[in-house]
Each structure stands twice: as C-alpha cells, then as structure tokens.
C-alpha cells in the first residue's frame, strides 16, 4: 500500500519526468460507438500508411534485419518507419510485469494513485526500449548511404557518418513512439488494444498475399516451374497448367505440398489453426448470478478457456525476438564482440555469415520453428537434412536430427512455461484475479445465487476457477503457437502470428458486440466497466 510517505515506491521520484511525457488524454464522458469505430479505421490506414514509409539514407546493400523472423508477431514492417514495430512498447511491459509480479516494485495496482505511476513508469521505459533497441541496429545492421554520409558530411562541414545514424535513430524513435501513442488512442478512444490490432492486420495482410501473390517468388527471373508464383493458390494452378502428369509424380506434387515459398501444407495448417483457435475461444465456464436488488434478473459471468487472452504469448514472442537481437548482437557486432563471455561466443548464438537466423547454440534452441521443412522433413530424410544443415568453421555439422528434435522439445516447452507464467501477472495487473472480479460483480449488484452477497465469498467461489484457469490458458495459447509454428503458415506469418490474429479478432468482434449493447442499455455500462 501507498498510503504513508516511507511506503511509498521509489518510482514516485520519476514522477516529475512521468507526468511531462506526451500522452493521449482520456475522454471526459461516454465515447459513441460510431466514434470509437472511426477512431479504429483512422489509426489503422496511419498505421498502414507507416509499414510503407521507408527509412530515410539506409543503404540497401548492406541493410540487415534482425526481426526478420519475427515480424508478423511484431506488427512492423523491414526498414520502415515501423520498423521496431510494438517491441519496444511489449518489452517495456515485460520488464514492469516481472518486476511487479516479482514484489521488486511495490505498488498495489488496486490504488489509483500506483496505477497512474506504474503506468507512466511504463511509458518512461518504452522510450529507453525504443533507444536500447534501435541504436545497436543502427550502428552495427542498417548502414547509411554513402550518398547520405556524404550530404550529411558537406552540411556540417566535416564526417557526416555520425550525423546520418543519428538521423536514423531520430526516425526509428519517432515512428516508435507515434505506434505507443496509436496504441492509446485505440485504448482510449476506439476498442480493444493497438497493439492488437496492428497484429492482426499485418498477419492478415501476409497471409492475403501468401495466399494470392500471382508475381514471381524471384522477381529478377521470368515464371518457370521452377521460379512459380509465390502465392499458395497461383502457384498450385501454375504447377497444374505447366506439368505434365510424369513431372508431377517426379517430384511437382511435392513442389506444390512441400517446397517453399508458401506451399499448400502451409494453406491446410492456417486453415486448421483459425478452425482449432475460433473453437477454443469459444469454450468458457459460465458462473450463473442474479441481481440481488430486482427478483428475476439473472446473468452469468463467463470465464474463458483463453482467459488471459493472447497478450502471454505477444509478450513471450517479443522476450524471444530480443533474445535473437541481443545474441546476434553479441555474436557479430564490433562493440559486443570483445565482451567477456558473452562476446563472439557460439554457446549464446552462432549465426551463418549474411544470417539473422541463428544456427547454434542457445539462440538457435529458442528461435521459432518455422514449418513442417524447419523440422519433421529434416528428421525424416537424409537429403532433406543435408540441404538444411549449417556448418561452422573447421566443417563440424551444427544440426543433427536429435538437435533438431531438441530444438522442437525447448521450444514448446518454452513457449508454454513462459506463457503461463506472463498470463499470472498479466491476471494480477489487469485487475482480473479473483479479488478484483468479485468487487466488480459485488459493485454492479449481481451475487452468485446461494451465497450471501459479500465480495469475500464471492472471492473464495472465484479462486475455485481462475487461478486453475488462468494456468490452463497459457499453456492453452502457448501450446497452440508453438503447435501452429510446428505446421507452417502461409505468407511466413508464422503460426503464432496466426494464432495470435484470430484469436484477437474474435475479441474484437465481441468487444463491438459488447460497446453496441452497452450503446442500446446504457445500464450495462457499469458491469462491463465503461464510462
């Protein structure tokens, strides 16, 4: 508790920087659904219009992306303005939930008083992240132009390198930074989460062009059966049009069901996880409750399957994206290299010149696997694991098929320890525990029939169901994006990316169904926490 002066929290020192931070303003009263819906729209096309606003003075040579795998699940777009996408906004919440859930930070998130300076504590590290994560790419992966350097050179009147990455730093910041303050104004004045919603609408637009993509998968080359379109669709009727029946039993079945880009078992599995999600989504325990006050009126209180929603497995996907950056930084740039221990050393990461995958060491057993040819066709065929196999120097085979099966066994195992674990703080921050449901059932008047109307017995119903649910949801959603990466996506949006997308747009659909029964019974608005 806060409530004495020596209880209070060390972070109320930054409070004097915290409160002069650019922020979106709350609205004063209730916000018409047509307006949070317009807000939606409106921060979608800026977001768009960001994914295809190139950095300025990057040289397209010598660019590298560290993201490059994670880039459905980070909402960003390569060498664009949103480039760093919501990484730097998801590890900042991150480092707050885990000091917080940990009792490092000690502020009780029920006062408002704490809450208003856990978040603005938050804000506050969004920026460190922005700077932590952009400036090592700047100056060891994404080089300026030396048309750039040069300009930057003659209007100072000396070297123009220094000046040009931090040209570059200043756009990666700002883009950053416009992304975390969209995220509020979706928070505030539309429906549901930014970051959310920018997920899914770039997952959707991968797997839209994954699907549909009629140009070549090497555009510097014509359409051949060897170079077929790269979309799922175009290039199955491609395959079918141009193969006689004797090529396709020699090998075009196995283009078209197996081989890169997009093949139709990548299709098949989107399928099945939108099926497998949309169905888990809609399992729930209802708790019935009546209105102590108005005999006949009764309700229910559902508890989902998915309970903590998708946000454990955004947050494990993001604290697996910096494990990748940090250890490719670590690997193979100038000011890392020479660090003790952890510089140029293979254990952490050993990454293929030219790579930003990682083909050893502890990176390697934490990256993401990416389809059935990442793993099962490798452990099954000889040829297959001598084209997928890496070496390092001196000729000593990185990956056999017990590493690989290895590789498969940490990351599920990874993905649903981690993701049960962020989904109890997530309960615990969000004011979704039992204590916190039982005061909001409590205040709206509502009481579990057969119990006297008190929030500590409500408490104690409620601890029967959402902790165990609270588990079984992030090992739930942990399991599916782990499973879905297993079998492969269309448009590498990755099978975590995809589960991640559906799963937030059936949110979202019952978020509007919720804002539009709120809009015709305004009565509802104090049960579902409205204004």
């Known amino acids: 508790m806060a409530e004495g002066k020596e209880e209070k929290s060390m972070l109320y020192k930054l409070k004097p920087i915290t409160d002069r931070l650019p922020a979106v303003t709350r609205p004063e009263g209730h916000v018409h659904f047509r307006t949070k819906m317009m807000w939606i729209i409106l921060i979608l096309i800026i977001y768009f219009a960001m994914t295809n606003v190139v950095i300025y003075g990057l040289d397209a040579e010598t660019r590298v992306d560290l993201f490059a795998q994670y880039r459905a699940i980070l909402a960003g777009a390569q060498f664009s303005l949103m480039h760093l996408g919501i990484g730097p906004i998801v590890t900042g919440s991150i480092i707050m939930q885990l000091f917080t859930g940990a009792k490092i930070i000690k502020l009780n998130l029920k006062n408002e008083e704490d809450k208003a300076i856990y978040q603005g504590t938050q804000k506050l590290l969004v920026i460190v992240m922005i700077i932590v994560e952009s400036v090592p790419q700047v100056y060891g992966f994404m080089e300026p132009s030396q048309k750039f350097v040069d300009g930057m050179g003659s209007f100072i009147g000396g070297n123009g390198d220094s000046m040009a990455r931090m040209l570059i730093v200043a756009q990666l910041f700002a883009g950053s930074y416009l992304v975390f303050l969209m995220d509020e104004v979706v928070s505030k004045w539309g429906i549901g989460s930014g970051i959310s919603l920018f997920i899914a609408a770039g997952v959707a637009q991968q797997i839209f062009t994954g699907t549909l993509n009629w140009h070549s998968a090497d555009p510097s080359t014509a359409l051949s059966v060897n170079n077929p379109p790269a979309g799922t669709l175009p290039k199955t009727i491609y395959m079918f049009h141009h193969m006689s029946a004797p090529e396709l039993s020699s090998g075009g079945y196995e283009q078209i069901f197996l081989a890169q880009p997009n093949p139709m078992v990548a299709l098949i599995g989107t399928i099945v996880i939108f099926l497998f999600v949309a169905y888990t989504e809609s399992s729930r325990i209802e708790l019935p409750l009546s209105h102590g006050g108005a005999r006949g009126a009764r309700g229910r209180y559902p508890i989902k399957l998915i309970y903590a929603s998708n946000i454990p497995v955004i947050l494990m996907a993001a604290l697996l994206a910096n494990v990748s950056m940090f250890s490719m930084l670590f690997w193979s740039h100038g000011s890392f290299m020479n660090m003790p221990l952890l510089g140029n050393n ?186």
């Open 346 to 531: 293979w254990m952490l990461g050993y990454y293929a010149e030219g790579s930003t995958t990682p083909a050893a060491g502890l990176a390697y057993y934490l990256s993401t696997v990416n389809g059935v040819s990442d793993w099962l066709l490798p452990m099954l065929s000889p040829e297959y694991l001598a084209s997928y196999n890496s070496n390092l120097s001196g000729g000593v085979v990185v990956k056999s098929t017990l590493q690989i099966g290895i590789h498969v066994i940490v990351y599920v195992s990874v993905m649903i320890v981690g993701s049960i674990m962020f989904a109890k703080f997530w309960i615990e921050t969000t004011n979704m525990g039992p204590e916190a449901v039982a005061s909001q059932i409590e205040s709206s008047g509502m009481q579990i029939p057969g119990f006297r109307r008190d929030p500590r017995v409500l408490k104690r119903v409620l601890e029967r169901y959402i902790p165990v649910v609270t588990v079984i949801s992030g090992a739930t959603v942990g399991g599916l994006a782990a499973g879905a990466d297993l079998i492969g996506t269309v448009g590498n949006a990755t099978g975590t990316g995809v589960l991640l997308a559906v799963g937030i747009m059936i949110q979202l659909y019952d978020a509007i169904g919720r804002e539009q029964m709120m809009e015709m019974h305004p009565v509802m608005r104090g049960f579902f926490g409205g204004e």
